[in-house]
Structure formats: C-alpha cells, structure tokens
C-alpha cells in the first residue's frame, strides 16, 4: 500500500488565509487533497478584491479595476488588478525563503535568507505606478489576443523594500553586466516544472535605479499573496510584467535577458509603425521599455448625471512612465479645444501625479470629459487608439467619461 502523508502545515496555513478562515481539523486532511472551498473558489473573497472588479480570465486569474474604482491616492489592495500568467503559488513559507544572485555578470553567487535582506540593506519605501504593457488592449482593431484589459490594469501602490542596487554591489558585478532577468516560483499552467510562466527583466541601468526595489511590503503590510508575497521586484514606470512577483532568483546577465516572454511579440511593440493587421519580423521587435503618458478620470463614475446649473467636480491620476507629467487638459467638446488645469508633483519620482478640476456646462445634455496628459519630453496622449501592434500593448488614449446635464 503506498503510503499517505498528511497535509503540511505551511500548505494549511495558505490555504486557511485563502479560504479566510480557520480549517478546523485541517491536520487530518491528506496531502494533496483540495478542500472544496477551493474547488469552485470565489475569486473576491479569495483575493480581498471589491465585488465590483472584472474578472477576465480564471486560468490564470486576471481581474481589472475600473476607473472609479482607482480613485484612490494609493491603490489598496481590494482594488489593485492582477494579471497572472501562470498559477498562483499555495505552499510559501516566508521562513525557508531566499533570493539567489546569479548569472554569467554576477562576480559571485549569493543567497540572501528573507531576514538577511531586511536586516543587512536600508529600507526604503516608494510609491510606484504598475501598469500592465496590455492595459488598453480592449480598444485596438483588429482585435489583439490577450485579455481585454479596458483601462483599470494598473495600480500605484507604496511599496517597502531594499535597493536592488544594494544587493547587486554587495554581490558585485562585472563590468559585463548588461541586464537583469527575474525567476519565480509560480508554476506553469501546464504544471510542467521545466517551463516557467514568465522571466522577464530590464537593463541594468533600470536595475539600479534608487526606485528599484526588492519588496517585502505593501501599504505597509505583508504583500498580498496574490501580489507577489513574501518577495517581489518593483520597478515601478514600466511594464508591471518587469516587476515579477514571488522572485527566489535574479540573474545578472550579459546579454538581453531571454526568459520566458521576452522574445517574439511577448512585451515587444513594432520598433517603426505598421499597418494594423500587418506581420512583424521578430527582428523588427522592439522591447517595450517606460509606459507612455496617461491619465484615468477616477470621479465621478462614467454616466454621471448632474443637474443644470451645478458645476462637476473632476478628479483623477496621470503618469508617464520614466518621465513626470507636466500638463493636464481637459475637453467637453469631444477635444475640439482644451482647458489646461493644475497637475500635482508626484510624492517620488515613478509614481503617478494627481489632477482635478470644476467644469461648467453651457447648457442641458449628453457631454463627454475628455483627459489629456503631457510628459516632460512633450508627448501628449493620442485622442485616437495609437499604433497598432500584434498583442495590443501601450494603449494610451484619452481617457472618457460620459456626462448628463439634466
Ligand atoms: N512571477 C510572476 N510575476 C509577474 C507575473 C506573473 O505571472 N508571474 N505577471 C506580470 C505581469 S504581466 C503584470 S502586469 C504584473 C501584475 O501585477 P499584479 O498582479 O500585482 O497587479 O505582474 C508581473 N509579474
Ligand atoms: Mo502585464
């Protein structure tokens, strides 16, 4: 007779804080047994999400905020998206947890245990806008495959950390170094434990940015499991699939990182425009660095009503990747003119900047708010979806919302 275990205790622990209770008489349950309440698991409940989140896909799970829903200054985790692309991860123990530095530029290997990161490098705290390179994807045509992200993949939390430049010179690298590739514990969807869902990374001159951390909080507490718990990288202004979640290893490389999605269309835009629909040569790809300049009217909620005579209060966020937003605008008559308002400076460089405004209506009717931002290098966000791509990344657009003046 083959031999049973029971389940482990860390492997009861994650499932009780996925479950969000107790499990009573959890010790007798047998390895590998799936209690049920994890068989047809309500996604909200499971990851501390509000009820009013989409969720576009349940293998792997992806959910996205809406733009109301981010009006917060910081994200909190009930409505922060998650874009997973392979299974979130059931059996952590933060206390067995280590991060490895490897690679062909890394001048050693090294194996830092959690409590030696935290204890040995300077803790900073940042708040660092993620948004997914798809967000957006909805709205281009032909239609790009992927999830339909509309405009709520993206989030701007505060994250505590230690400086990957800290690690990476304890460590020491050559002069070689030209990028940085992340690995994860997530597994495959397929479960195949030789393939990884994804290993991405950034030149190393991102890497050792001040804002580049090696996180172990989030608003203050434990990172969410589904958000990376116990240890994530942040590298807030470019694509959030730069930032992996549950990172054990980072490689120091000598060459463009080439992990799983950093090749082919994965993360990579036309490097010259093309016709929508067209076929790009892998050659002819180009790796999608600092996000584009944009903005979310977070309030009021689209299809506001508002009486005659009242003026309507705006608000929302904008960011621009690498680069600050200098100019905010707005426009009611579908961007034929536009009104320039205040925009905030933000709290740290990487995090997004915060607008308002008061709008007076001309008259009785069906008006849209248009937002419009503008970095320091002058790009101002399109009116129009911009240019096609095969996987409908860096959708910048204005953003709308409907108003009606009764
Ligand atoms: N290990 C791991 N890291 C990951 C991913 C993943 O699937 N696995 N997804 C990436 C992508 S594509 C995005 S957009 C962000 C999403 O972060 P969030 O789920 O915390 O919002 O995580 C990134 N880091
Ligand atoms: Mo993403």
């Known amino acids: 007779m083959e031999r049973r275990n029971f389940v482990k205790k860390v492997v009861l622990g994650s499932m009780a804080t996925i479950i969000g209770a107790d499990i009573v008489f959890g010790s007798t349950m047998l390895e590998g047994y799936q209690p049920l309440a994890l068989q047809d698991p309500d996604p909200f409940k499971m990851f501390n999400k509000d009820k009013q989140m989409e969720v576009l896909n349940d293998k792997p799970w992806n959910i996205e905020a809406k733009a109301h829903l981010l009006d917060e200054k910081i994200t909190s985790n009930n409505y922060m998206f998650i874009r997973n692309n392979g299974l979130v991860p059931d059996a952590i123990d933060s206390n067995e947890w280590t991060l490895t530095i490897d690679g062909e530029s890394a001048k050693e290997l090294k194996t830092y245990t959690l409590a030696e990161l935290q204890t040995k490098f300077p803790q900073y705290t940042y708040q660092l806008t993620l948004e997914c390179g798809g967000n957006g994807r909805s709205e281009f045509d032909p239609p790009a495959k992927g999830n339909q992200w509309t405009v709520g993949a993206v989030s701007c939390a505060k994250w505590t950390g230690v400086r990957l430049r800290d690690i990476l010179e304890d460590v020491g690298i050559k002069d070689s170094a030209v990028y940085i590739g992340y690995h994860a514990v997530d597994a495959h969807l397929s479960r195949d434990p030789k393939k ?17 951390l090696v996180a172990f909080k989030m608003n203050g507490q434990d990172i969410p499991l589904v958000h990376g718990y116990p240890l994530r990288l942040v590298a807030g202004g470019w694509p959030a699939s730069v930032s992996g979640k549950w990172v054990n290893r980072i490689s120091v490389r000598d060459k463009v990182h080439d992990g799983t999605k950093m090749t082919g269309t994965a993360y990579r835009v036309p490097c010259e425009p093309v016709a929508p629909g067209e076929k790009v040569k892998d050659e002819d790809m180009c790796i999608i660095e ?43 008559d579908f961007g034929a003119t536009w009104i320039a308002v205040s925009v905030e400076k933000p709290v740290n460089r990487l995090a997004w900047q915060h607008f308002d405004a008061t709008i007076d209506f001309p008259k009785k009717g069906y008006y849209e708010v248009w937002s419009r931002a503008t970095d320091s290098q002058g790009y101002s966000q399109p009116m129009l979806v911009p240019g096609w791509n095969p996987k409908g990344y860096l959708n910048n657009a204005c953003h709308r919302i409907a108003v009606k003046v009764e």
């Not at 994804?198 to 580049?212: F, V, Y």
């Not at 903005?295 to 680069?323: D, F, M, Q, V």
């Open 290 to 332: 600092s996000m584009p300049v944009k903005s979310l009217i977070t309030y009021p909620k689209s299809g506001a009503i508002i009486k005659k005579g009242n003026k309507l209060n705006i608000r929302g966020h904008a960011w621009a990747g690498e680069l600050e937003v200098t100019k905010m605008e707005y426009s009611i």
């Open 196 to 212: 990884e869902p994804i290993s991405r990374g950034a030149p190393i001159a991102k890497a050792l940015q001040d804002e580049t």
